[in-house]
C-alpha cells in the first residue's frame, strides 16, 4: 500500500519481489494507491510504504496502530529509522506467514 508521493514506496515493492524470489514462495502482489484521508481511514492505512502478509503489517509494532492517514512512514531498524521496512523485517513476515498457512492447511 502507498500514496504516490511517498518517495520510498518502489524500494519496498522492489525488496519485497527480490525477499519472494530469494525464498521461493511465489505469491501476487497486490498494489493499493492509497488516493485519499477517507481511503487512508477504510483501509486502515498507516502509511507508505505498507506491506501486508495475509492481512498483516510486516513491521509487528505497526500492527495495533490506530493512525491512518496519507503520511510517509518510517520503520525503526537496527537502532535507527529508514522509509521501507528493510530485507530482514520482509523475510521474517514472510517466513511466519507461510508457516501461519501451512500450519491452517495441515491442521
Not at 75 to 92: A, C, H, N, S
Amino acid at each position: 500500500m502507498y500514496f504516490e508521493d511517498c518517495p520510498f514506496y518502489q524500494k519496498a515493492e522492489e525488496l519485497l519481489k527480490e525477499v519472494l524470489e530469494e525464498t521461493g514462495i511465489q505469491v501476487p502482489i497486490i498494489k493499493k494507491n492509497i488516493v485519499d484521508r477517507q481511503t487512508a481511514v477504510s483501509e486502515q492505512f498507516v502509511g507508505s510504504p505498507t506491506i501486508r502478509l495475509n492481512g498483516e503489517d510486516v513491521d509487528p509494532a505497526a500492527r495495533t496502530s490506530t493512525t491512518y492517514n496519507l503520511m510517509c512512514r518510517v520503520y525503526w531498524i537496527k537502532g535507527g529509522f529508514l522509509g521501507w521496512p528493510d530485507r530482514e523485517l520482509i523475510r521474517t513476515a514472510i517466513l511466519e506467514a507461510t508457516a501461519a498457512d501451512q500450519s491452517t492447511a495441515s491442521g
